[in-house]
């Protein structure tokens, strides 16, 4: 099979497990094959994008993404197709696409390849990859940039972080979530909304100092982590937390964790920084 440009050759999935029971019912998505890569979805990809999703019987968890992204373009109307590519019925297919581990995406955008994520993320983050997938596609002459429809709620809380009056937003983004509970623009907005009220008024240097002379103050991380973060020092965010979550126990970590799952709704899914402080966060854990 000849690679499209900018596709791979080998890679390694041997850490998978035995061969499991195939999953119940159609799946969701068309089926990539070594002769319908290059014969459709390239060319399908030069009018719209077209979104892969590699996937293994192995693997529950690239099973249960595979039928989050069959939702997902059902609900975005055609904008985007949703290809499914069996890793273990096409391993030349796998090797092409670079596939090091499943779930495994990645958008074709004008016979091109852009890797998207790794492992499974939550619906809402999911929809933002679709959406930067979506417009950067309609910069490049592919498809349509999906067209922003703001709700009055956002409208509000857009005009309250305007004038500096940040608990009006966060009103007004609890009361879109309220009514739309799966809005990922409103949850990331909330989520922005709360590190602007916790960061208000607060000095960078002054609160990293008190947190480095105060270490085991779990109060005192946390708002560092905040300014970190709300200063773009993501990985210093990150490590300040993980590094407390491995350090405390109880509802101390407990704290600690959400105060850094919080941050994580902040970061671009696709990151590697997210994905590499979740894995470190799940062994911390687990």
């Known amino acids: ?15 998978l497990g035995k061969p499991k029971a195939p999953p119940a019912g159609p799946m969701p998505g068309l089926e990539v094959t070594a002769a319908n ?28 993404m595979v039928k989050t992204l069959g939702t997902l373009e059902t609900s975005y109307q055609g904008s985007w197709a949703l290809a499914r ?14 596939t ?16 998207l994520f790794e492992q499974s993320y939550p619906e809402a983050q999911i929809r933002l990859v679709l959406d930067k997938v979506l417009t950067l596609a309609g910069e490049q002459g592919v498809g349509s940039a999906p067209v922003e429809v703001s709700e009055p709620e956002e409208d509000e809380a857009m005009a309250a972080l305007e004038s500096g009056d940040f608990k009006t937003a966060e009103v007004a983004y609890k ?15 909330l989520a922005q909304t709360q590190l602007l009220i916790r960061t208000d008024g607060l000095d960078l240097e002054i609160i990293i100092k008190k947190a480095t002379d105060s270490p085991n103050d779990i109060a005192l991380q946390l708002q560092a982590a905040d300014m970190e973060i709300a200063n773009g020092a ?30 994580f709704l ?20 687990f």
């Open 85 to 98: 590519l069996d890793i273990d019925a096409e391993p030349k297919v796998a090797q092409a696409l670079q």
């Open 37 to 64: 890569l290059t014969a459709e979805f390239l060319p399908l990809s030069q009018s719209k994008p077209v979104i892969v999703i590699a996937w293994s019987v192995r693997s529950p968890e690239s099973i249960e």
């Open 175 to 189: 009361k879109l979530l309220a009514r739309k509970p799966a809005d990922s623009f409103a949850k990331l907005g």
């Open 100 to 115: 090091k581990s499943v779930p495994y995406a990645i958008a074709l955008i004008g016979e091109q390849m852009v890797p």
């Open 234 to 263: 993501v990985e210093a965010a990150f490590s300040r937390l993980l590094h407390v979550v491995k350090a405390t126990s109880g509802d101390e970590r407990t704290k600690a964790r959400e105060h850094l799952l919080t941050l």
């Open 1 to 15: 099979m000849a690679n499209p440009p900018n596709f791979a050759q080998a890679v390694d999935l041997s850490s």
């Open 266 to 285: 902040l970061v671009d899914p696709s990151d590697p920084r997210l994905a590499a402080a979740r894995s470190t966060l799940a062994n911390a854990l």
